[in-house]
């Protein structure tokens, strides 16, 4: 077998990983953060712009669920 057909294999893994790391690993950590520390984010959003995070939230969720509807629909 040939050295640098290795090397490319290696590098194909190499970056295979990272995209995975981007689409599945980082926004489950993100997520779990905003789980652990949402009365705390909740409590700055308060005091600083008077509005409640789970007014904000319930408009993000309604908003994806909207889109993936008309994703399914057309």
Not at 12 to 33: G, H, Q, S, T, Y
């Amino acid at each position: 077998m040939d050295n640098n057909y290795t090397c490319y294999i290696w590098i194909d893994v190499f970056f295979d990983v990272n995209r995975f790391m981007i689409k599945f690993i980082l926004p489950a950590v993100l997520l779990i953060l905003i789980i652990i520390f949402w009365e705390k984010i909740n409590e700055f959003l308060l005091s600083k712009f008077k509005i409640k995070l789970n007014y904000i939230a319930v408009i993000i969720l309604v908003l994806i669920l909207v889109v993936l509807s008309l994703l399914l629909y057309f």
